[in-house]
């Protein structure tokens, strides 16, 4: 399947709370948005890959490919393949168009809570299904690290791992619901974190179960 366009449907979230501060710098935000916000955002989302579809990425070397399905939306986007690894294009690398812009609530989101002068330029869309995971890893590459990384959790469940600045440093599960939030920077930029599984049934929002999971990050070039 290339999109997920078009799949959604309403869902419940717990009322919004105050952050929590995981790790100084790491900011979780449960309950953000309310169910009607994440229908609203969930459009904006449908409208982004009917012309950017979600695709398969490949790791570096090896050319495993990775479980979760992956598009962008912004000036850059995030891609991997065998061949020439990590990077940020200014492109789909299958349909070869420019991404669509950053949805207006993502765009609005990152003025409200990133606290940095800069707008968010890239917008990386994972789609988890009930077998994705994602092994820890650190956010940076072309990114600015001055600027935090925001992101937005939709449809099922998820176990999220916190760890620390080393990949084998010890990790803090958090379960994380449609609508929360979570903005890192600061001493948490480069913490390791993952996705270890996603909880099936949680969450009415995507017809046929499922994650999206949105990360705003700031690319300087």
């Known amino acids: 399947m290339n999109t997920v366009a078009g799949l959604f449907t309403n869902s419940e979230s717990a009322a919004p709370a105050a952050p929590r501060a995981l790790l100084p710098g790491f900011d979780y935000y449960p309950g ?56 940020y294009l ?30 968010t330029n890239l917008c990386l869309i994972n789609f988890y299904d009930v077998e994705a995971k994602l092994g820890l890893h650190q956010d940076k590459g072309g990114e600015s690290l001055e600027a935090p990384v925001v ?29 929360d939030i979570m903005c890192f920077g600061g001493p948490a930029r480069l913490v390791y974190h993952g996705v270890a599984r996603v909880y099936p049934n949680t969450s009415p929002l995507l017809i046929g179960g499922g994650r999206i999971n949105l990360t705003l990050r700031r690319v300087e070039r």
């Open 32 to 87: 953000y948005y309310s169910p009607a916000a994440q229908q609203r955002l969930l459009d904006e989302v449908n409208a982004v890959l009917a012309a950017a579809p979600l695709f398969i990425q490949r790791m570096p070397k090896t050319g495993h490919s990775l479980s979760v399905r992956m598009s962008n939306a912004g000036e850059f986007g995030w891609v991997t393949d065998r061949e020439q690894g990590y990077r």
């Open 151 to 179: 992101s937005v959790s939709l449809g099922d469940d998820a176990r999220f791992l916190v760890g620390g600045s080393k990949r084998n440093d010890p990790t803090t599960p958090v379960r994380l619901h449609s609508g």
């Open 90 to 119: 200014e492109t789909h690398p299958v349909t070869g168009k420019n991404w669509p812009p950053i949805p207006p609530m993502l765009a609005e989101l990152w003025h409200d809570i990133a606290g940095y002068p800069a707008p």
